[in-house]
């Protein structure tokens, strides 16, 4: 079973930083890409940032426009992992942070998709 762990949250005060990361672990055979969404009390999900196979560091292409400058997401294929580096939080990123990867795990000899979440982490920007 393919599953992703999310570690780094916590409580900051704003224009303070944090780190999160997301380790994948099972039967991988290829990641294809991961991400970080959030999701605020009383709003839907959203995309921070995604970065995929191809690229170790992203400045926030693929993702929200209120966090770039501000975020940067990286991936270290050997760890399976991802981090996302938050600089100058503001109180408006204080959200339950997940991470989110896809791409292909081999069981018993075949190759399955798989799309996992983590449980998130609770990350508070607050003075």
């Known amino acids: 079973q393919v599953q992703v762990v999310e570690s780094g949250g916590g409580l900051v005060q704003p224009g303070e930083s944090l780190r999160l990361s997301c380790a994948a672990s099972?039967?991988?055979?290829?990641?294809?890409?991961m991400g970080w969404y959030r999701q605020a009390p009383g709003k839907e999900r959203e995309l921070v940032a995604r970065?995929?196979?191809?690229?170790?560091?992203?400045?926030?292409?693929n993702g929200s426009d209120s966090v770039k400058g501000r975020f940067t997401i990286s991936r270290d294929d050997a760890k399976k992992s991802v981090y996302l580096q938050m600089n100058n939080m503001l109180p408006e990123d204080t959200a339950v942070y997940y991470c989110?990867?896809?791409?292909?795990?081999?069981?018993?000899?075949?190759?399955?998709?798989?799309?996992?979440w983590g449980q998130g982490t609770q990350v508070t920007v607050s003075s």
């Open positions: 970065i995929t196979r191809h690229e170790i560091i992203s400045e926030i292409i």
């Open positions: 099972g039967p991988i055979r290829v990641i294809f890409a």
């Open positions: 989110h990867a896809d791409g292909n795990a081999y069981i018993r000899h075949t190759v399955i998709p798989f799309d996992v």
